[in-house]
């Protein structure tokens, strides 16, 4: 196995706990909701404007831009509310938004880059906690690589993955026989 494989399955395996069981229905299930985004003009249904600006600046924090895109520009803030407002069973999603508004209890919008990193970097080490603003930035996190790597641009341009067979592009001359 790849390393770009390696990290595209645990990227998958991360979200595991509200997806599908196997990491490949997981990575198909990213890859469709991908679509639906690139496709639909999907609205934000479970996040309001305040949570959508935690989920947003926590994801660009994760993966920001570099000379590969971010995770803002691969829509995966959207990923997110549809993964909490299609997958997630209504207690975790509750408990994901309890823990979200810990968070911005913690005033996590006005704090400095600094503070936000001191922050989110004490959430990592609470991420294994059953509730809270640990376990929120614990699934963040988690549901941030996985709606990365599962996007379609990250898969072709920087993964290098193809998806599909595109014939046999043979390098050996070949002269007919007479």
Do not use: C
Not at 85 to 90: F, L, P, R, S, V
Not at 96 to 116: N, V
Not at 148 to 155: D, K, L, M, N, Q
Request: hydrophobic share 45%; net charge negative; charged share 25%.
């Amino acid at each position: 196995m790849q390393r770009r494989e390696v990290v595209r399955y645990l990227g998958a395996a991360f979200a595991l706990p509200f997806l599908p069981r196997s990491a490949e229905a997981a990575i198909e299930l990213g890859e469709r909701l991908h679509l639906r985004l690139a496709a639909e003009d999907v609205a934000f249904r479970t996040l309001d404007a305040a949570q959508q600006a935690i989920v947003t600046d926590i994801a660009d924090m994760i993966i920001p831009a570099t000379d590969s895109p971010g995770a803002t520009s691969m829509r995966v803030p959207e990923f997110i509310d549809l993964i909490l407002t299609e997958w997630m069973h209504d207690d975790e999603r509750t408990t994901f938004l309890s823990g979200l508004s810990d968070i911005q209890a913690k005033g996590f919008a006005t704090m400095s880059r600094a503070q936000k990193t001191e922050l989110l970097t004490a959430l990592d080490a609470a991420r294994g906690d059953k509730s809270g603003a640990g376990h929120a930035f614990g699934r963040l996190k988690a549901l941030t690589v996985y709606g990365y790597f599962t996007s379609a641009p990250i898969e072709r341009d920087v993964l290098k993955l193809q998806m599909f067979f595109d014939g046999y592009h043979g390098n050996v001359p070949f002269t007919p026989a007479t």
